[in-house]
């Protein structure tokens, strides 16, 4: 794995350069400014999937326009999604929608501070 800063030099990890990203681990979140000059909140939900649809889940939550980034990982859960939204009831849909994609097993959300 190859070390990777991003543009607020936080650290995170990087599949080799020969392959598309995986996975970016930052220390922290952040809270989004629009160019509204509102907030958003960021949160993430991680799922645990049926095996052999990872990707088939990750296409699926890539159509959505609140889904910022998705990956699929290794470990005890199989894919990672970055959500911004605009108040917590977008977030409940959200999260709901995301639930009902066939081939979820299970999720857990975490909201950013």
Do not use: Q, W
């Not at 990777?4 to 020969?18: F, L, Q, T, Y």
Request: glycine share 8%; proline share 4%.
């Amino acid at each position: 794995m190859k070390p990777h800063h991003d543009e607020a030099g936080r650290c995170g990890v990087m599949r080799p350069e020969e392959t598309e990203p995986f996975i970016k681990i930052a220390a922290a979140s952040f809270i989004v400014s629009t160019p509204s000059g509102g907030d958003k909140i960021v949160a993430y939900v991680i799922l645990v999937v049926e095996v052999g649809r990872e990707y088939e889940v990750l296409r699926k939550l890539l159509e959505m326009d609140v889904v910022s980034e998705a990956h699929v990982v290794y470990g005890e859960f199989d894919v990672i999604t970055k959500l911004e939204v605009g108040n917590l009831e977008e977030l409940e849909e959200a999260v709901m929608n995301i639930r009902r994609i066939p081939g979820v097993i299970r999720s857990s959300t975490l909201i950013s501070a």
